[in-house]
T-cell receptor
C-alpha cells in the first residue's frame, strides 16, 4: 500500500518552461489536494478536488492548472514557470463524508526550483 | 474562509506536558477541528480530530470548550522527537486550510 505518490521528487525549470506534477493515491479517497510550502511558511492550498471530474480553487491558484481525470490521479500543471513558483509542492488525499474530512495523507513532496 | 490563530513558537523540555491552543472564532456549526504534525522535509501527518468536549488517542488529547471558539492540543510527556510544527485546521466545505502553525522545540 503506497499511499500518496508524487513524481518527480526534485525538478529544476527555467523561467517560462512548463511541467506537470503527478500525484496518485491508492486508498480510494474521494478528495485530493495540491499545496505549496515556501521556506518557513505554512502550507497554502492551490487547488482542491472533491471527486473525479471536479476541481475548485484554493488560496493561491494563479499560475496553476489541475486535472482530476480519475479517482486515483490529480495532476498540477505549471504552464509558464516563474521564479515565484519555487517551492515544495505537496499532494494529499482524504475521504470527505457527512461534512468532514477524515485523516488526510500527504505525499513526500516535490521540490521545484525555477531559475 | 475562516482562519485559525496559534502561537508561532513554543519551547518545552523532555518529559513535560505541552498544551498548544488554537483560536477559531468564526468556526462554522458543522466544522470539525483537526491537528496535524509536520517534521522538516516531510508532509504533514494527522494527529487528532474532534468536534466538541474531549478526544483522546494514543498520542494526544484534544480539548474543545462548549463555545468551540478555541481548542487545545495536549501532548503528554514530550520527547525530543516531538520537535515539529503543529497545525490546527478547520474542515471548510471539504477544503483543508492550514495556518502558520506552532513550531514546538523540545529541549533535553
Amino acid at each position: 500500500n503506497a499511499g500518496v505518490t508524487q513524481t518527480p521528487k526534485f525538478q529544476v525549470l527555467k523561467t517560462g518552461q512548463s511541467m506537470t506534477l503527478q500525484c496518485a493515491q491508492d486508498m480510494n479517497h474521494n478528495s485530493m489536494y495540491w499545496y505549496r510550502q515556501d521556506p518557513g511558511m505554512g502550507l497554502r492550498l492551490i487547488y482542491y478536488s472533491a471527486s473525479e471530474g471536479t476541481t475548485d480553487k484554493g488560496e493561491v491558484p494563479n499560475g496553476y492548472n489541475v486535472s482530476r481525470l480519475n479517482k486515483r490521479e490529480f495532476s498540477l500543471r505549471l504552464e509558464s514557470a516563474a521564479p515565484s513558483q519555487t517551492s515544495v509542492y505537496f499532494c494529499a488525499s482524504s475521504v470527505y463524508r457527512r461534512g468532514r474530512n477524515t485523516e488526510a495523507f500527504f505525499g513526500q513532496g516535490t521540490r521545484l526550483t525555477v531559475v | 474562509l475562516a482562519k485559525t490563530t496559534q502561537p508561532i513558537s513554543m519551547d518545552s523540555y523532555e518529559g513535560q506536558e505541552v498544551n498548544i491552543t488554537c483560536s477559531h472564532n468564526n468556526i462554522a456549526t458543522n466544522d470539525y477541528i483537526t491537528w496535524y504534525q509536520q517534521f522538516p522535509s516531510q508532509g504533514p501527518r494527522f494527529i487528532i480530530q474532534g468536534y466538541k468536549t474531549k478526544v483522546t488517542n494514543e498520542v494526544a488529547s484534544l480539548f474543545i470548550p462548549a463555545d468551540r471558539k478555541s481548542s487545545t492540543l495536549s501532548l503528554p510527556r514530550v520527547s525530543l522527537s516531538d520537535t515539529a510544527v503543529y497545525y490546527c485546521l478547520l474542515n471548510q466545505g471539504g477544503k483543508l486550510i492550514f495556518g502558520q502553525g506552532t513550531e514546538l522545540s523540545v529541549k533535553p
